[in-house]
């Protein structure tokens, strides 16, 4: 037997990206709701708040918000153990200051939940999801201030509470490293909220400060989630997307160090509880005086997540260049360009294909991650996100033989499994990105489709909302049925 027999086959979405619905039940306005449409290679925009005659695709998205029962039905017909989602913070908070919790708001997330529990489908839930709430980030530069701390905790206390013995898998910030590889991606200094523009020289002090306060207030809600229900199983979620060295040249292999310090070291803070030796040593360099005391670092601690939770989907090479003999963090930060270009000291892989998005396909590279956690962290893992963003045609009999999304969840899986088998990681469950089409994030785009049921809309909004199973959708089916064995 290669998985556990609770092994959590399942897939993942998070609020702002399909529930639309962005003003009903009295939810409030978050940050992905003044971000505009991009394209491929076109980035998204902040707005300052909602301007009329802007194109905000979030708004109305997938709009599951009035169909979350016919699309878990759909999800329960694939099999699904799990569906990782996230709570709209502004469904609950809809300022994120506010006095008292939003009931409507709370209502929503009881009923989708007790329809999964119908299905026998546990809920995976992430607290935030690039969707803070817009009045923080306006009010008080996000997380730049402390006060959010306490805002985010007041939020993490009241959901715990109300979904005690509903929820048992919960994670704190999505991908909260994202922002060390590209802090100013859509002017915002993403989970942190910090509304910001791309030639600030404080974006990376602020990245760190911000992070550093996002990371205070995931202790914190571990420790708070624990209390309420020992039951709960709090995890982090770390955007891991290995970085390899170009060559075995020693210069190349410290570049590669270098770059995985970068994007990772909020991993040791949520595990281990520390801050790193490199990370105080290069804010000293810089002359940063990141604000944590004595009290907020035993509060790391004492609040390290149960698990890793982590997305997957590519993995980048770097290599060493003239002029960066120092391996100086800010010569390697953007790894990522806001257009999802490859910059800085990332060079082209030539052994990997890539996406029409530009993202290199690397299932191997998911062994070796699996296997890099669980060695440095000795921690449970779970995938919460993986999978394959792409143009998809649908026939005149209305099927979408979408033969390429299978291949590269196969050899994902296929991975998966010799990690777990031949190397003895240990693995809770694997939650694919995203079972149905939703929008993208990067992108803010339809027509980037990771779905094994295709939803009719594209980019320019048109489209009925009809749902309908493509090939991959009965393809996953045998995969959960047989616990991994024939993914033929
Ligand atoms: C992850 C995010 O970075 O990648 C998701 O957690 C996102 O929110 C996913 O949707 C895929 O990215 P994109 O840009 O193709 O939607």
């Given at each position: 037997?290669?998985?556990?027999?609770?092994f959590?086959?399942?897939?993942?979405?998070?609020?702002?990206?399909?529930?639309?619905?962005?003003?009903?039940?009295?939810?409030g306005?978050?940050?992905a709701?003044?971000?505009?449409?991009?394209?491929?290679?076109?980035?998204?925009?902040?707005t300052?708040?909602?301007l009329?005659?802007?194109?905000?695709?979030?708004?109305d998205?997938?709009?599951?918000y009035?169909?979350?029962?016919?699309?878990?039905?759909?999800f329960?017909?694939?099999?699904?153990?799990?569906?990782?989602?996230?709570?709209?913070?502004?469904?609950?908070y809809p300022n994120?200051d506010?006095?008292?919790?939003?009931?409507?708001?709370l209502?929503?997330?009881?009923?989708?939940f007790?329809?999964?529990?119908?299905y026998?489908?546990?809920?995976v839930?992430?607290?935030?999801?690039?969707e803070?709430?817009?009045?923080?980030?306006?009010?008080?530069?996000?997380?730049?201030?402390?006060?959010c701390?306490?805002?985010f905790?007041?939020?993490?206390?009241?959901?715990?509470t109300?979904?005690?013995?509903?929820?048992?898998?919960?994670?704190t910030?999505?991908?909260?490293?994202?922002?060390?590889?590209?802090?100013?991606?859509?002017?915002?200094?993403?989970?942190?909220?910090?509304?910001?523009?791309?030639?600030?020289?404080?974006?990376e002090?602020m990245?760190?400060q911000?992070?550093?306060?996002?990371?205070?207030?995931?202790?914190?809600?571990?420790q708070?989630?624990?209390?309420?229900?020992?039951?709960n199983?709090?995890?982090c979620?770390i955007?891991?997307?290995?970085?390899?060295?170009?060559t075995?040249?020693?210069?190349?292999?410290?570049?590669?160090?270098?770059?995985n310090?970068?994007?990772?070291?909020f991993?040791?803070?949520?595990?281990?509880?520390?801050?790193?030796?490199?990370?105080?040593?290069?804010?000293?360099?810089?002359?940063?005086?990141?604000?944590?005391?004595?009290?907020?670092?035993?509060?790391l601690?004492k609040g390290?997540?149960?698990y890793i939770?982590?997305?997957?989907?590519?993995?980048?090479?770097?290599?060493?260049?003239?002029?960066?003999?120092h391996?100086?963090?800010?010569?390697?930060?953007?790894l990522?360009?806001?257009?999802?270009k490859?910059?800085s000291?990332v060079?082209?892989?030539?052994y990997?294909k890539k996406?029409?998005?530009?993202w290199?396909?690397?299932?191997?590279?998911?062994?070796?991650s699996?296997?890099?956690?669980?060695?440095?962290?000795?921690?449970?893992?779970?995938?919460v996100?993986?999978?394959?963003?792409?143009?998809?045609?649908?026939?005149?009999?209305?099927?979408?033989?979408?033969?390429?999304?299978?291949?590269?969840?196969?050899?994902?899986?296929?991975?998966?499994?010799?990690?777990v088998?031949?190397?003895?990681?240990?693995?809770?469950?694997y939650?694919?990105?995203?079972p149905?089409?939703?929008?993208?994030?990067?992108?803010?785009?339809?027509?980037?489709?990771?779905?094994?049921?295709?939803?009719?809309?594209n980019?320019?909004?048109?489209?009925?909302l009809?749902?309908s199973k493509?090939?991959?959708?009965?393809?996953?089916?045998?995969?959960?049925?047989t616990?991994g064995?024939?993914?033929g």
């Amino acid at each position: 037997m290669s998985f556990r027999k609770d092994f959590l086959w399942g897939g993942a979405v998070a609020a702002h990206q399909l529930e639309g619905g962005w003003q009903e039940g009295g939810k409030g306005i978050s940050i992905a709701d003044v971000m505009t449409a991009g394209g491929n290679g076109i980035p998204r925009r902040i707005t300052d708040g909602v301007l009329p005659g802007e194109n905000y695709p979030n708004h109305d998205a997938i709009d599951f918000y009035h169909h979350y029962k016919e699309d878990i039905a759909m999800f329960a017909e694939m099999g699904f153990k799990a569906f990782r989602t996230s709570i709209a913070w502004t469904r609950i908070y809809p300022n994120g200051d506010d006095e008292e919790p939003n009931e409507e708001g709370l209502k929503f997330y009881d009923d989708m939940f007790d329809t999964l529990h119908k299905y026998g489908i546990e809920p995976v839930i992430t607290l935030q999801h690039f969707e803070m709430p817009y009045n923080l980030a306006k009010k008080y530069n996000g997380f730049m201030d402390k006060r959010c701390i306490g805002f985010f905790e007041k939020f993490a206390r009241t959901v715990f509470t109300r979904y005690k013995g509903k929820v048992h898998y919960w994670m704190t910030f999505n991908e909260i490293n994202n922002q060390a590889a590209s802090p100013t991606d859509h002017n915002l200094i993403q989970e942190g909220g910090v509304l910001t523009t791309n030639d600030n020289p404080d974006n990376e002090y602020m990245m760190y400060q911000s992070g550093i306060n996002e990371l205070i207030a995931s202790a914190r809600a571990v420790q708070i989630g624990h209390g309420i229900d020992p039951e709960n199983k709090i995890g982090c979620m770390i955007g891991y997307n290995p970085v390899y060295p170009a060559t075995c040249n020693p210069k190349d292999m410290m570049e590669f160090t270098t770059a995985n310090h970068i994007k990772y070291w909020f991993i040791d803070v949520h595990a281990v509880g520390e801050v790193p030796h490199y990370l105080e040593k290069y804010w000293a360099r810089k002359g940063y005086q990141i604000d944590i005391s004595d009290k907020e670092r035993e509060e790391l601690r004492k609040g390290k997540v149960d698990y890793i939770g982590f997305s997957y989907y590519m993995s980048f090479a770097t290599a060493w260049r003239e002029g960066n003999d120092h391996y100086d963090f800010s010569e390697g930060t953007a790894l990522l360009d806001k257009n999802s270009k490859a910059v800085s000291d990332v060079v082209n892989n030539p052994y990997l294909k890539k996406t029409d998005w530009g993202w290199p396909i690397d299932p191997l590279g998911l062994r070796y991650s699996l296997n890099l956690l669980y060695d440095k962290y000795h921690l449970p893992m779970m995938i919460v996100e993986n999978g394959m963003g792409a143009y998809d045609t649908v026939e005149k009999d209305g099927s979408v033989n979408d033969d390429y999304r299978i291949a590269y969840l196969r050899a994902h899986i296929e991975a998966m499994r010799e990690a777990v088998d031949e190397d003895g990681v240990d693995l809770l469950g694997y939650q694919m990105w995203a079972p149905i089409d939703i929008v993208s994030a990067s992108s803010g785009e339809m027509d980037k489709r990771y779905g094994f049921i295709y939803v009719n809309k594209n980019n320019a909004g048109e489209g009925d909302l009809s749902r309908s199973k493509k090939k991959s959708f009965y393809w996953y089916q045998k995969v959960i049925a047989t616990n991994g064995e024939d993914l033929g």
